[in-house]
């Protein structure tokens, strides 16, 4: 599952050698990303802006256990986990929500990162 809004939680030392508080809403509730009982990888707005992530594909090089491809329309991989057939109209097994919008067919996953407060990246069998 694909949730915009992340942050990455290593690069979150403060000066005084105290994590930084990372918020999710990976189980569609604010939490501390050290309680989520899920795999999850966040990224702020600033760090995709500061890595040179501009779209989906960009996510996909900097995400462990993550591949996007673009052959046609949206590809994404998680852990091993997708669909190689490229019918369009076929809904992905790999969720993509955008500001908690479902976006269910591959072709209209794949989009630039402008303007997006936070991405969060969830690995394992949650649902919606």
């Known amino acids: 599952m694909v949730v915009p809004g992340i942050t990455f939680p290593m690069q ?11 918020i999710v809403t990976a189980r569609k509730r604010a939490e501390d990303i050290q309680d989520v009982p899920v795999s999850v990888t966040a990224y702020t707005g600033d760090q995709l802006r500061d890595a040179g992530i501009t779209n989906l594909k960009d996510l996909g090089y900097q995400t462990p256990g993550v591949q996007i491809d673009q052959s046609s329309g949206a590809q994404i991989w998680i852990r091993g986990i997708g669909q190689r057939d490229d019918g369009a109209r076929l809904d992905s097994p790999v969720g993509v929500y955008i500001d908690g919008l479902y976006i269910p067919r591959k072709d209209g996953q794949l989009m630039d990162l402008m303007d997006v407060q936070s991405v969060q990246v969830l690995r394992g069998p949650q649902g919606t």
Not at 12 to 22: I, N, P, R, S, Y
């Open 12 to 22: 979150a030392l403060a000066a005084e050698g105290v994590l930084e508080e990372v």
